[in-house]
């Protein structure tokens, strides 16, 4: 890349949309206002959201339920995915390592799938079923803080 192919960015040639400049111009007389009411007047600005005083949209649809601001998200990782890694000690660090996890929220395990083998599972929750799979197969659980 040098001076000779650079390119000017799309739309970056186009004169800005200049209004009110005679009838010639197509743009002239209202200005692309059109006729009277509360938008062609100078000065005017609404509400995001209103509708002329109709009730706004967001009034009209029915509300339900509500949003827990408490509420602790987990990645849930279940036990064939842990058994598939082939590791015999699991930790957050080791499944995001695997690309098992994405975010940083807890992880909770899940036991779904069967173990065949002993695994230490470090993890900040597990479902019941998973510790009795975990510990039937001869491993270890620990919860993490």
């Known amino acids: 890349m040098n001076l000779s192919n650079i390119r000017a960015p799309k739309k970056a040639a186009e004169n800005k949309k200049r209004v009110g400049r005679g009838m010639g111009s197509g743009?002239?007389?209202t200005s692309t206002r059109g006729h009277k009411?509360?938008?062609s007047r100078s000065g005017s600005r609404m509400l995001r959201g209103f509708e002329g005083g109709q009730m706004p949209l967001h009034r009209?649809?029915?509300k339900r339920g509500f949003t827990n601001i408490f509420r602790k998200e987990y990645n849930i990782v279940?036990?064939?995915?842990?058994a598939a890694l082939g590791e015999k000690d699991i930790t957050p660090e080791v499944l995001r390592k695997a690309g098992v996890i994405k975010t940083k929220h807890p992880v909770k395990i899940l036991g779904d799938g069967e173990l065949s083998s002993a695994l230490t599972v470090q993890a900040h929750k597990f479902s019941k079923s998973a510790q009795e799979k975990i510990t039937k197969a001869g491993?270890?659980?620990e919860v993490l803080q």
Request: net charge positive.
């Open 139 to 141: 491993g270890k659980f």
């Open 37 to 39: 009411g509360q938008r």
């Open 60 to 62: 009209r649809m029915p």
């Open 27 to 29: 743009m002239g007389k």
């Open 78 to 82: 279940s036990l064939e995915r842990l």
